[in-house]
Each structure stands twice: as structure tokens, then as C-alpha cells.
């Protein structure tokens, strides 16, 4: 499969649904975890995946070769924002997270401008942003439904978005020497392995439900393991800007998600944070520009 259109609805489908998933199963286990069987769980299919293409002891040298980014990418795009999310979710609707979630590409914005000089600052960036800030403060408001934990949820996932943005950047400077697979492989059990410790502590005393089994299995597979491999697919056949269409597609699938699901409510201040967000991402990152009407009748 490489056609643009099925690959990028499958990993918007399957990313939104992962806030699903972790919803119903963290009802039942702690978030570290939920994530380090997340991270080890992926890690393994990924290792697998790795030594059927490129051979077990190929696969091997790649990952001493690359332990050092693997080992950052296992605290900054995985551990440290898998738990954010995982927490934040015990708090909030799987719904709000998902748009919360959307905060990644203007974060990545503020990271790029500070570690790659090329990109520049420009009114219609410097606007997306006050825009999608203005949106994560609908989306949180002053007085939601969940009180203050809540808003602490909200902004967790929010943090978890910041740590994503360094990894993108982190990341785009290593895949100049390391392969793609060897890295999603790599961070996933670094995660795994970073988690481990306080899982220990708190690993439940009974068996999770048939749902929260279900959800963090499907969580593993679908949400982690198989979107890594689809992520690096359209990011090697299509590039980075056409990637980036997935930010405005994942929200609305876990709204859609949430809503028939779990009936969790769609109320005016969830879309209302939705619409500011998506349209400050789309004015930070380029894909919306302001007109130069306006800016040419300024000059004159």
C-alpha cells in the first residue's frame, strides 16, 4: 500500500483511536504501566519486524549503533509523553485529549525557530500560535466540568505535546544516520525499559477487565507498533510536509471516537477549542497564509 490518501487516513484513524484505547485502560492499571507494556510490547513486534528485513544480526549492529538517540527518543517521544497522556486521561475525556493533542505542530514551530535557523518567523506564524493558545484555553476553561484536575489533565497532555515537538526535531537530525525502523524499534524499548522500574510499584494486584486488555493490546499493535511502521512509510514515499496533514485529521476521528463510544459529550467548547486549534496550526505551520492584501495596503 502507497498511495498517499489510504496510508494517511489509516495513521490518523488509528492515532486517534489510541486516545480511546488508553481511556478504557487506565480505568483498570496505572499509567507507567500501561505505557511500559506499551513500550515493550511495540518494541518487541518492531525488533521483529526490524530482523525480518534487514536480518537479526543487521538488525542488532543498527541498534548498539544507534543506542545513544535511541535512548533520548525513549524518554522525549515516548516515556515522557506516554505518561502525560496516560495521566492526563484519568482526568479528561479521550475526546479533549485528542484535541489537545493537536498543540504538536506549533510547539514543534517554537523548537524548530531555536535549533533549525532556515525556518522563519512570520505574522502568520506568530498569529497561529496566539491562536491555537487561545484554543487550548477554550478547550481547558475556567470552569470545566472535571473542576481544577481537569485543567491539569488538559495541560499534561498539552506538556506531552512540547516533549513530541523536541522529538521531531531531535529525530529529524538523527534520520540523517539512522534508519527510521531502527529508531521507532529502539525509543519503543527504551520506553519500555525507563517505565519498568515504576511499574513494578504499581502493578495491579488483580487482572484487568476484558476491555482494558483489549484496549491496551490493541494500544500496543495498532496504536504504537503498526502506526510507527505506516509513519515512517509515508514519511520516506511522501515527505514530511504531506505527513503533517495527519494533525488535522486525528482530532476529529477521536471526537468521533469518544462521542460513539464512550458517549462522551460534544459540547460547543470542544469544538470551539478544535476549530482555534486546527486553524492556528494551520497558520503556524504554513498550510493557511494571512492574504498579502492586507500587508501590501499597510506599506503603501
Not at 490518501?5 to 490518523?12: D, E, F, R, T
Amino acid at each position: 500500500m502507497s498511495r498517499y490518501a489510504p496510508l494517511i487516513l489509516v495513521l490518523a484513524a488509528v492515532w486517534g483511536a489510541s486516545y480511546l484505547f488508553i481511556k478504557v485502560a487506565v480505568d483498570d492499571v496505572e499509567p507507567s504501566v500501561l505505557m511500559a507494556v506499551r513500550g515493550l510490547g511495540a518494541g518487541a513486534v518492531l525488533l521483529g519486524y526490524l530482523a525480518w528485513r534487514e536480518g537479526g544480526r543487521s538488525a542488532l549492529a543498527q541498534l548498539r549503533a544507534a543506542w545513544a538517540p535511541c535512548l533520548v527518543l525513549g524518554v522525549i517521544n515516548a516515556a515522557l509523553p506516554f505518561w502525560l497522556i496516560a495521566w492526563g486521561e484519568k482526568h479528561i475525556d479521550s475526546s479533549v485529549a485528542g484535541i489537545a493533542q493537536a498543540t504538536v505542530p506549533m510547539f514543534n514551530l517554537l523548537v524548530a525557530l531555536r535549533f533549525l535557523p532556515h525556518d522563519r518567523v512570520t505574522p502568520g506564524r506568530i498569529a497561529g500560535l496566539g491562536l491555537g493558545a487561545g484554543g487550548v484555553a477554550v478547550l481547558t476553561g475556567f470552569h470545566p466540568d472535571g473542576g481544577w484536575w481537569a485543567v491539569a489533565g488538559t495541560l499534561a497532555v498539552v506538556g506531552s505535546s512540547l516533549s513530541y515537538a523536541f522529538a521531531g526535531v531531535f529525530g529529524q537530525l538523527r534520520m540523517r544516520t539512522v534508519s527510521g525502523p531502527a529508531l521507532a524499534t529502539g525509543s519503543m524499548l527504551a520506553c519500555g525499559a525507563i517505565l519498568a522500574p515504576v511499574a513494578a510499584f504499581q502493578f495491579p494486584h488483580q487482572a484487568p477487565s476484558l476491555e482494558g486488555a483489549a484496549s491496551l493490546a490493541a494500544l500496543t499493535l495498532l496504536g504504537t507498533a503498526l502506526a510507527q511502521l505506516i509513519l515512517y512509510r509515508v514519511l520516506r514515499l511522501h515527505g514530511s510536509n504531506r505527513l503533517s496533514l495527519v494533525t488535522y485529521l486525528m482530532p476529529p476521528f477521536a471526537v468521533v471516537y469518544g462521542a460513539v463510544l464512550l458517549d462522551e459529550p460534544v459540547t460547543v467548547r470542544v469544538l470551539g477549542g478544535l476549530a482555534l486549534i486546527l486553524g492556528g496550526v494551520a497558520l503556524a505551520s504554513g498550510a493557511l497564509r494571512l492574504s498579502r492584501r492586507t500587508t501590501i495596503a499597510e506599506a503603501s
